[in-house]
């Protein structure tokens, strides 16, 4: 059974940092990008990042560019959002998802966590 489990989430002030994890486990994701996404009150779930498991490369949202960073550890089979600068806007739930490198569909997701950045 594939599962993707998020943790890290809280509640953090306007300009903190928070780190989230994405434990992945029940088959190899060798063959797939795992990324970010978000949603939060009354909006639609947006993308935020996401990286190649094969090859490390990373894509990010305009709006998170050159604040987040997406990492993995392929030993642990772990995901992570580094989240610096936040603002208020990056209140949402997280979510971790992964999908075949050759499809734009996101199959597998976590159940998400929550992140709360107060001003």
């Known amino acids: 059974q594939v599962q993707l489990v998020e943790s890290g989430g809280g509640l953090v002030q306007t300009g903190g940092s928070l780190k989230l994890s994405c434990a992945t486990s029940?088959?190899?994701?060798?063959?797939?990008?795992v990324g970010w996404f978000r949603q939060a009150p009354g909006k639609e779930r947006e993308f935020v990042a996401s990286?190649?498991?094969?090859?490390?490369?990373?894509y990010y949202a305009n709006s998170v560019k050159g604040r987040f960073t997406i990492s993995k550890d392929n030993a642990k089979n772990t995901m992570y959002l580094q989240m610096n600068s936040l603002k208020p806007e990056d209140t949402a739930v997280y979510y971790c998802a992964a999908r075949r490198a050759q499809s734009t569909e996101y199959t597998y997701w976590g159940q998400g966590t929550q992140v709360t950045v107060s001003s």
């Open positions: 029940g088959r190899s994701f060798s063959t797939y990008f």
């Open positions: 990286i190649s498991w094969s090859t490390d490369n990373t």
